[in-house]
């Protein structure tokens, strides 16, 4: 992403972001094997779950703002920075692929919030400020749990 996106791409691009990344942390919730599933079954709910909830905080965010949010999966595959994922991965792989998504998003929000101070909105750069702190707790238990 460059600073030369208007706030509105920022936006879409965080939306397409999110519904990748939504159906991916439900495959890994239907998929996850192994002596952690429990866990992980149960985290990856909570997390998508979040993501959800988060998709529709963006898209109103962006009406609200005189936008018109992206909205179908052609759009979201083709404006995505996320990848989705197809592999059989290991629980170990799920959450490192997770902290990896989590890591570029944090990134990506940080330059979003650049674009949202430089469009004097400020309500969508405290969006993005919060988002970061959320993804960087979630970050900080998923790497810790990798480490254990």
Do not use: C
């Not at 998929?31 to 963006?58: M, R, W």
């Not at 490192?96 to 570029?104: L, Y």
């Not at 405290?126 to 990798?146: A, G, P, R, V, Y």
């Amino acid at each position: 992403m460059t600073q030369t996106l208007t706030l509105e791409q920022v936006m879409n691009q965080q939306l397409a972001n999110w519904n990748v990344l939504y159906t991916k942390l439900h495959r890994f919730h239907w998929y996850v094997k192994g002596p952690h599933f429990f866990t992980l079954h149960a985290k990856f709910e909570e997390l998508y779950e979040e993501a959800a909830g988060t998709i529709d905080e963006l898209a109103e965010r962006l009406l609200i703002a005189g936008g018109k949010p992206i909205s179908t999966l052609k759009e979201y595959i083709q404006f995505a920075s996320i990848q989705e994922t197809s592999e059989n991965l290991t629980a170990e792989e799920m959450v490192q692929n997770v902290v990896h998504d989590f890591s570029q998003l944090i990134s990506e929000l940080k330059e979003g919030k650049m674009v949202a101070e430089q469009s004097n909105d400020e309500v969508t750069s405290d969006m993005f400020t919060e988002l970061i702190e959320k993804l960087s707790k979630h970050n900080w238990m998923l790497t810790s749990f990798l480490q254990a």
